[in-house]
């Protein structure tokens, strides 16, 4: 999967390698396997790659895997979680940055916008939820999807709401999504799309076998901190200033 992504970089945004890529210091550490990367910008100053911290709410999760009626999976909201530290989901995209004028984010492409299209061939980079219809006051919705093909195959779709990350899913139902899915035990294994987008960033993609686990007297709820999000060349990996 990782060889066809590489091979399709041509197709997708920055085809010419040109403009800086923002990744997470544990992508490019981990998944790209850069044991260093001396002169990149730490944007916190700090020098650690990434920090979950977990803190105590109401009773709103399920910690096994099976699903409880109007809680969410602990178990995927870690691993969702997880991910953006590994800099999957959220980090993946510069749009939230562009949305909100995020400098110096806003300059650069995230690792997934040069796997985000939006039909064969055609790469998306957009906030925009809607567009109009040609000749037409009729507004339609955009779509952007994950493709490491060149835009051949659709994923899965990209959120596009405006709400949310733009490099989190479209649809419910999987770990990567925008939104959870209360009562809804979503996995990961390698079909799922999750799994894929991890291929593309670098990651071999182990999955392995989970066991239930007592559920703690109060709950955790995970919040991801990327601590270390740098921004690199991609074609050169020559670090920017």
């Known amino acids: 999967m990782l060889a066809s992504a590489v091979a399709n970089l041509s197709k997708g945004n920055d085809a010419s390698g040109t403009v800086g890529i923002a990744a997470t210091a544990a992508d490019l550490r981990v998944g790209l ?60 995209s510069t749009l939230n940055a562009l949305a909100t004028g995020n400098s110096p984010l806003d300059q650069y492409y995230g690792a997934l916008d040069l796997y985000r299209y939006a039909a064969a061939g055609v790469p998306s980079y957009t906030t925009a939820a809607t567009t109009a219809v040609p000749g ?61 987008m991890m291929q593309a960033l670098g990651y071999a993609g182990a999955t392995v076998t989970t066991t239930s686990v007592p559920e703690p007297a109060s709950l955790l709820v995970l919040a991801a901190g990327v601590g270390g999000l740098r921004v690199v060349r991609r074609r050169r990996r020559r670090p920017v200033q």
């Open 136 to 196: 037409s006051s009729t507004l339609i919705p955009v779509t952007s999807f994950l493709s490491v093909d060149g835009g051949q195959t659709n994923i899965v779709n990209f959120n596009q709401t405006g709400t949310g990350d733009y490099a989190d899913f479209g649809p419910s139902g999987y770990i990567q999504s925008a939104t959870g899915s209360p009562g809804v035990y979503p996995t990961y294994t390698t079909s799922s799309p999750t799994f894929t």
């Open 33 to 92: 396997g850069l044991s260093s990367y001396a002169g990149a910008t730490a944007l916190n100053g700090q020098t650690f790659d990434g920090v979950i911290t977990l803190g105590t709410q109401s009773n709103s999760f399920f910690y096994g895997t099976t699903p409880v009626s109007g809680a969410y999976s602990a178990i995927s909201v870690t691993e969702h979680e997880i991910n953006e530290v590994l800099g999957g989901g959220g980090p993946g």
